[in-house]
């Protein structure tokens, strides 16, 4: 089977093509202009692999949380392809992305995945490795300022787990100071988390279990997770 992944909820901006149990790829970090890299990505893999978007079985996108903006290009640019070629489309979150990186990358079956998603706030889930070898939520994603988190770890987990995201580069001391016992978190050489975005290699590892369950829709049911729906702005004084 032959699928497509594609990811622009974050900074990151990613797909990925299984054909014929081959992997194809591309990643790059380029804030605010998904909208010009995503579909020269999507081409060139798609060259590089020899076939066309026609010869696809089903297409995974990142359904969010992340930023606005990126989710819907993301949203828009699979609608745009499936509606094309006739393909069923599922959704993975970025959350459930990163976790299943850690796993991919690092063994780490037991993962906190927060994403910065400013305001003093959040984005966060809680994974664990199933039967299948997929990190799945074990509780609702939620958008929380980051000290509740921090609270709400060291309530819930109580051996260790692995750490990834921008939120924890964010906001390392308040997210640290009651979970720090817990915490293990493979570094790089600037102190940030190992694993900071998501990307479509790790989508196109979920996303195709639930096409080859039947969990596909249709191009116009693909819908974005924001987590937070609505935002509220401070008025400033004398405003």
């Not at 780490?108 to 706030?121: L, T």
């Not at 998501?198 to 039947?214: N, Q, T």
Request: hydrophobic share 40%; aromatic share 8%.
């Amino acid at each position: 089977m032959n699928y497509l992944a594609l990811d622009a909820s974050t900074e990151a901006c990613s797909v990925a093509l299984q054909v014929n149990g081959k992997v194809f790829s591309r990643y790059e970090l380029c804030p605010q202009s998904h909208s010009l890299h995503l579909l020269p990505m999507i081409d060139a893999v798609l060259n590089e692999a020899s076939i066309k978007l026609a010869d696809l079985d089903g297409l995974i996108f990142g359904q969010g949380p992340g930023s606005f903006t990126g989710v819907r290009i993301g949203v828009g640019v699979a609608q745009g392809l499936a509606f094309s070629a006739n393909l069923p489309v599922v959704g993975v979150s970025s959350l459930q992305a990163m976790a299943q990186m850690a796993y991919m990358k690092h063994g780490q079956k037991q993962v906190i995945a927060a994403i910065d998603a400013r305001m003093s706030e959040v984005y966060n889930g809680y994974y664990t490795l199933d039967e299948h070898d997929v990190m799945q939520a074990q509780q609702a994603e939620a958008v929380t300022p980051p000290e509740q988190l921090a609270e709400q770890l060291s309530a819930v987990v109580t051996t260790p787990f692995y750490a990834v995201g921008t939120g924890w580069d964010a906001y390392s001391e308040k997210l640290s100071e009651k979970s720090g016992e817990q915490l293990f978190a493979l570094q790089t050489n600037n102190g940030s988390p190992d694993i900071l975005f998501p990307s479509a290699e790790a989508m196109l590892v979920i996303g195709k279990i639930k096409l080859e369950l039947g969990q596909g829709v249709s191009a116009e049911e693909a819908q974005p997770v924001y987590v937070r729906d609505t935002v509220s702005w401070k008025k400033l004084p004398g405003k």
